[in-house]
């Protein structure tokens, strides 16, 4: 990463054990053998595996944390929030979506298993996070408000609002930066949203930190956006794992073209201040405020 | 409907009050106005009321009524598990799937609204259902059950694993009754499972009453594949709504096909009479009874 802020040694190991913990419940709940339809779950372990960040589960197991909750019960609805993330990036990836055979330098979903096992796989992650979500062993009222807020952000006031609005969105040379915002605050934006306040609920947030949590998940999430715009025109492809130039080759309207890369950059900073200062109304939130500077310095 | 089975005036009130009361929440449901991804909500509400038969949401409301629960506990998953029912057949009609243009007699959802928006309706479909399951109103619990059962059956170990299997079951002339009954106990059946399983959830039902729901919606699920089976070679498509003739012309293996048409109206008719004497194990279940046989005497 050309990235120049480092973590210590305090805040790596902080941070490595919860993607321990994230992958080891993963592949465990993935590690599905001998179906006589093998191939789905094959192609649902493959697309969660390929390389991703863990960002959702460990913003779950972060706020749990910071609410002084116990991140075992806050484990299950990490993970069904990362086979959400995981199931928007099979599906966009798919011919009649954004068409990539590309993911993370690996082949996408459906250039590997196909377009039908693909979109198998995505639905099948989709439902399994509810299966999850439904056995997470914590008391059923805990468990309903979190299933809830998987629904409410993953669907269509949410996330797949947003995935609407961004093929809405393709060849409008005049679209707003407010238009942007909104497009971005649901299709990105909203599993943010959806993984802080799992979160409080599942460390039993009281009002003030429910809100914190909030105002950190949306200016986490809009600087999280604007810097993948910043990065695919300034970042190192090798660095990045992934192709850039791309946003400008399809002549897309991003926060780059719209304020320019400085004005991007000095957008995402407030944002990454507003989000910075939401954590420090929680008690012991260090590392997670160096894990945000870290995550949002990707360009600095 | 070629039906030689005419249902009583009692049994036409009562099922025709069940679709009014599932059809008008539905409707409730997805009469989501002014989004700017207005979209992807009309591609939704176009689907999920484009006819269906609501047999799905009769079964629960049925079994709940059955155990003497109140149906307005199960009316939210009854119109979930709708969702979940009409997901399944928009991501089935896709190109990538069985590129299916019509779907009772008007445009699929991709035809009508494009191939993007009509993943994303199905996603969002899939969603919603779980968003309204977690905001039925009753207790968490019950709640969390009821879930549980939705994604249980309708996922990888349900109906996707029953997609797959009839995906690889493709082009096989070898395949046998048993592989064919696997194939339809998860693609079709497994619904049917969920649908009883609620409506027993949700009306408190015993032990002796779960077992019997389980053993009519087994039996149900095949009887039902299996007529279909026998329309799609006899059947008058102005009746049905449909083509016929579609698996002899993909050279499909069907029931037909391996029992011949009066084979298979016999099997059907064994599977009637276990799912018929399932139900008897319920005080007043004559309208029950009389709607599995007029359901199930489709063809004879």
Excluded: W
Excluded at 197 to 202: L, S, V
Excluded at 280 to 295: C, D, Q, S, V
């Amino acid at each position: 990463m050309n990235n120049k802020v480092v973590l210590s040694e305090d805040a790596k190991r902080h941070f490595e054990s919860y993607i321990n913990l994230i992958n080891v419940t993963l592949d465990d709940y993935l590690s599905v053998r001998g179906l006589p339809y093998q191939i789905v779950a094959d192609a649902c372990k493959y697309s969660v595996e390929n390389g991703g960040k863990r960002l959702r589960p460990i913003i779950v197991l972060e706020f749990c944390k910071l609410c002084k909750g116990n991140i075992a019960d806050a484990i299950s609805f990490a993970c069904a929030l990362e086979m959400i993330h995981t199931y928007s990036l099979i599906h966009d990836d798919l011919p009649c979506m954004d068409n990539d055979i590309f993911r993370r330098g690996q082949e996408s979903c459906h250039k590997k298993f196909g377009e039908d096992y693909a979109l198998l796989a995505g639905d099948a992650l989709l439902t399994y996070a509810f299966q999850i979500a439904s056995n997470a062993g914590v008391p059923p009222a805990k468990t309903v408000r979190c299933i809830r807020a998987l629904a409410n952000y993953a669907g269509i006031f949410g996330m797949i609002g947003g995935q609407t609005l961004d093929i809405q969105n393709e060849g409008r040379k005049d679209l707003t930066l407010e238009e942007l915002a909104e497009t971005h605050r649901l299709k990105t934006g909203a599993l943010f949203r959806a993984a802080a306040e799992i979160g409080c609920i599942t460390g039993n947030a009281t009002c003030q930190q429910y809100d914190a949590a909030r105002i950190f998940a949306e200016n986490i999430g809009i600087a999280f956006q604007i810097i993948d715009d910043v990065l695919d025109v300034i970042g190192n492809p090798e660095e990045l794992g992934k192709e850039v130039g791309q946003d400008i080759e399809n002549d897309k309207v991003t926060y780059v073209t719209l304020l320019g890369v400085e004005g991007a950059k000095k957008l995402a900073e407030k944002h990454t201040e507003k989000a910075i200062k939401a954590l420090k109304t929680f008690e012991n939130a260090e590392l997670a405020i160096e894990g945000t500077k870290y995550l949002l310095g990707r360009t600095f």
